[in-house]
């Protein structure tokens, strides 16, 4: 989660004119009208898709082997059958979240890294992340999942050296003037460009390959890259947050619908929306889930779009143009791409998409708004992407949960965000949570400052292993609003959530990680895991 008046001063500080050049090329960005198809374009959320459970299916073979091999490695006497299904989340919190959760998937990448947990990665079933943890997975998965340090050497290093506000470095202005006619070429198709479509393009130019910042990069092309075909890579989630600014809200509240963005579908499980439509129509205009036109429309899943929409967080200014327009720096920089289009208004604070579910009787919530508004996936004070893995229909038995968040004065998890998602859980009748105490409980016992296992002890409940941001060899706890890095504040940046994933090169975590997975299948552990249960379990 960005907390947007830090985020937006800083922001501002970059000043650059909000009129543009002649662009340059022609525009990839808009939507633009297709075939329908001819599977049906909404359903009820009775459970996940046909297509994510194909791929599931596939994947949990590959996921299970690998995660045999590990458990192999780190201690050969692990039993080995009938593994779990691990998942893994990376908390909202910028490029600070970014980093840091890089450096955690580098330590569990056996492509990547060579120390205990490397090889947990090829082991996990799914991967979610909000906000600064959706553009790490969105740079991961767009890029059809490079390793971090190849990411960190060819594009990240110079891209976060700059500001955001200076795409392509020495190229801003070509750069800029692409980006106006990107946005202006979505309004000709008619549809209206917000904050977040500009800022999209922006982080875009930071995250992705290719032309114009990847802009031919949709979230459902990611299924057909040859990561995703070959089932080698965890089934990726991206979250945000509805917002009902019909009446009058500005912010979602702590119960807000969680909405879920994947290669396949867009949607949420939760009671009001309760369905789900084809993520790589999305744009199309809908009615009781029928199109309302002879034809449907495809690329309003840019991936830039979807990953500024998890990150949007300039809802938190709560007021009407053009005072947000009149402010100098980045935010005139994007007001002046957007004005371009249509005089400014408060619905340009927030991502608008074509609601999927108008007139859906199955999602009273939202079944009158013409459009969706939604905002960054951690400000109902969830900002770890977990309840995706709450469904039932996922099955998972072990979460690991890198909390990146800035609960404290120092910018560092307390526990509360996780609290948070525990007691809404709990109201919202999913089951599979396990007991977490409040953020006192974490203060007093270090849990805020090292790995702990949450219910280890109750097969019922998933285990979450709770990896918080601890500033073991650089100090991490930077600012959510720090949008540039030197070169070596990346790198140091990273390097330390290599320890956050190792518990700081901890010779015996590794074991106690393999410990908690395998204690999910029920099968005999080795003796010593009885010290790691005492060391690491939570009750």
């Known amino acids: 989660m960005l907390p947007a008046f830090s985020v937006l001063l800083a922001l501002s500080l970059h000043v650059f004119p909000p009129t543009f050049a002649a662009p340059v090329v022609i525009s990839g960005y808009a939507p633009v009208p297709a075939t329908c198809p001819s599977t049906p374009l909404v359903r009820t959320?009775?459970?996940?898709?046909?297509?994510?459970?194909?791929?599931?299916?596939?994947?949990?073979?590959?996921?299970?082997?690998?995660?045999?091999?590990?458990l192999k490695k780190v201690d050969s006497s692990f039993?080995?059958?009938?593994?779990?299904?691990?998942?893994?989340?990376?908390?909202?919190?910028?490029?600070?979240?970014?980093?840091?959760?890089?450096?955690?998937?580098?330590a569990l990448d056996s492509?990547?890294?060579?120390?205990?947990t490397s090889g947990l990665y090829q082991g996990l079933t799914y991967e979610a992340g909000l906000s600064g943890g959706g553009w790490l997975l969105s740079s991961l998965a767009g890029n059809n999942y490079p390793t971090v340090s190849s990411l960190q050497t060819n594009l990240w290093t110079a891209a976060f050296a700059n500001s955001l506000a200076v795409p392509n470095g020495p190229g801003a202005p070509a750069a800029l003037a692409q980006i106006s006619l990107d946005i202006t070429a979505k309004s000709a198709a008619g549809f209206q460009p917000t904050l977040v479509?500009?800022?999209?393009?922006?982080?875009?130019?930071?995250?992705?390959?290719?032309?114009?910042g990847g802009v031919s990069d949709d979230l459902s092309t990611v299924a057909t890259l040859s990561s995703f075909t070959s089932y080698s890579v965890p089934f990726p989630i991206i979250t945000a947050l509805n917002v009902q600014t019909a009446s009058g809200a500005c912010t979602p509240p702590d119960n807000a619908v969680i909405f879920e963005f994947s290669p396949y579908e867009f949607g949420s499980f939760d009671t009001g929306v309760n369905a789900f439509t084809?993520?790589?129509y999305l744009g199309t205009s809908l009615s009781n889930g029928q199109p309302t036109k002879p034809t449907c429309e495809v690329n309003y899943d840019n991936l830039g779009f979807i990953l500024g929409t998890s990150s949007d967080v300039f809802n938190e200014f709560c007021t009407a143009f053009p005072a947000i327009a009149s402010s100098p720096g980045l935010l005139?920089?994007?007001?002046?791409?957007?004005?371009?289009?249509?005089?400014?208004?408060?619905?340009?604070?927030?991502?608008?998409?074509?609601?999927?579910?108008?007139q859906y009787a199955h999602s009273s919530l939202v079944s009158a708004q013409k459009n969706l508004t939604l905002v960054d996936g951690g400000e109902s004070h969830q900002n770890n992407p977990i309840f995706p893995f709450l469904q039932p229909?996922?099955?998972?038995?072990?979460?690991?949960?890198?909390?990146?968040?800035?609960?404290?004065?120092?910018?560092f998890p307390d526990g509360s965000e996780l609290y948070q998602t525990y007691q809404q859980a709990q109201l919202a009748g999913l089951t599979r949570m396990p007991v977490i105490p409040p953020s006192s409980v974490f203060i007093s016992k270090g849990y805020n400052i090292r790995p702990t296992f949450f219910g280890c002890n109750d097969n019922s409940k998933i285990t979450i292993i709770f990896l918080p941001n601890h500033n073991y060899t650089f100090p991490s706890g930077q600012s959510t609003a720090k949008l540039q890095y030197s070169p070596s504040e990346t790198d140091g940046m990273i390097k330390n959530g290599v320890q956050v994933a190792t518990y700081g090169g901890n010779a015996t975590f590794p074991e106690c990680l393999g410990c908690a997975i395998v204690k999910k299948t029920g099968g005999a552990l080795p003796t010593k895991c009885a010290k790691c249960f005492a060391d690491f379990c939570y009750n």
């Open 45 to 70: 959320a009775s459970g996940i898709s046909s297509s994510e459970a194909a791929y599931i299916a596939a994947r949990k073979p590959v996921a299970s082997a690998a995660l045999g091999n590990w």
């Open 79 to 106: 039993q080995t059958s009938n593994l779990p299904t691990v998942a893994l989340t990376t908390s909202g919190g910028g490029l600070r979240s970014l980093l840091t959760g890089a450096g955690v998937i580098q």
């Open 111 to 116: 492509r990547d890294s060579n120390v205990g």
């Open 197 to 212: 479509d500009a800022y999209g393009r922006l982080l875009s130019y930071q995250l992705l390959y290719g032309p114009d």
């Open 278 to 280: 084809q993520t790589k």
């Open 332 to 358: 005139a920089t994007l007001a002046g791409l957007v004005n371009q289009t249509h005089a400014l208004t408060f619905m340009d604070e927030y991502a608008l998409y074509p609601n999927p579910f108008y």
């Open 393 to 411: 229909s996922r099955a998972i038995d072990v979460m690991l949960v890198n909390d990146n968040s800035a609960d404290t004065s120092a910018n």
